[in-house]
């Protein structure tokens, strides 16, 4: 039979899987200990505990400065996601690989669901890259902060849809791996050439 787990195939799986981990990792220290909510009132508390007083908007800018190192991660982790996205569409385009939706057309009726999650997965990563590199290139392209809220919005709404598939797939991912002798999770880090 054909090599499933291609050295490329393998390649792709994991530069995509460490990026999706790496952009929601940055995320969720955005939101949290990086937050600029948070970090500026706890400036303006701490300053004014040792006699300087700053501005909200002083103390918001103090907050952001601190935050953009880490938040540079998620335009690096960005790029590896596209170029593994590009990886996948070279495949299917030297037909190593089948695109998404052949793959549910074509899958027996009991690995229709996998299948499906699967293409959902590529569909949504798809989504994140485009409306994100529209975030970011957003000047470039002639469009103002404003004109683009809406592209955030869905930037951030699918990211929920993201993070639920790739529940389901890692869930999905230990059932096979417990309930088969298959080695899947082996064979996705070793290959089966
Ligand atoms: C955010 C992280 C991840 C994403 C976005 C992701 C995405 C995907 C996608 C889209 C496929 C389908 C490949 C195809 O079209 O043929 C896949 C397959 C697979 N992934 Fe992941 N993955 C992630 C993390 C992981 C992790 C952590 C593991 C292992 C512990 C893993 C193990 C596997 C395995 C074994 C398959 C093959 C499943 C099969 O063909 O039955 N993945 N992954
Ligand atoms: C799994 C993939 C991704 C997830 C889960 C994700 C998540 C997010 C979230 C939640 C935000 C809003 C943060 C906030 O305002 O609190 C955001 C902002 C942003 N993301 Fe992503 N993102 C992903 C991929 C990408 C990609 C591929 C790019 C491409 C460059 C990108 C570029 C941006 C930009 C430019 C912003 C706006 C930052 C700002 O307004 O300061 N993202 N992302």
């Avoid at 899987?17 to 706890?42: D, H, M, P």
């Avoid at 300053?47 to 909200?56: F, I, R, W």
């Avoid at 690096?76 to 593994?84: C, D, N, R, V, Y």
Wanted: proline content about 2%; charged content about 20%.
């Amino acid at each position: 039979m054909k090599p499933q787990f291609t050295r490329l195939y393998r390649i792709w799986h994991w530069m995509m899987a460490f990026s999706v981990i790496g952009l929601l990792g940055t995320v969720a220290l955005r939101k949290t200990f990086l937050s600029w909510r948070t970090n500026s009132e706890l400036i303006q508390v701490k300053l004014s505990e040792v006699g300087t007083e700053v501005t909200a908007e002083t103390a918001k800018m103090i907050a952001k400065a601190i935050r953009a190192p880490m938040w540079e991660w998620h335009y690096i982790f960005a790029l590896f996601l596209a170029i593994s996205i590009a990886i996948r569409l070279f495949m299917v385009a030297r037909d190593r690989s089948q695109f998404p939706l052949f793959q549910v057309i074509n899958a027996p009726k009991e690995e229709k669901l996998k299948k499906l999650v699967h293409m959902l997965i590529c569909v949504s990563l798809m989504v994140m890259t485009i409306s994100g590199g529209v975030l970011y290139y957003h000047e470039l392209l002639g469009f103002t902060k404003d004109g683009v809220h809406w592209v955030k919005e869905l930037h951030e709404n699918v990211m929920y849809g993201v993070l639920l598939l790739v529940g389901l797939h890692l869930g999905g991912v230990i059932m096979h791996e417990l309930t088969t002798k298959e080695g899947i999770v082996s064979k996705m880090i070793h290959g089966d050439d």
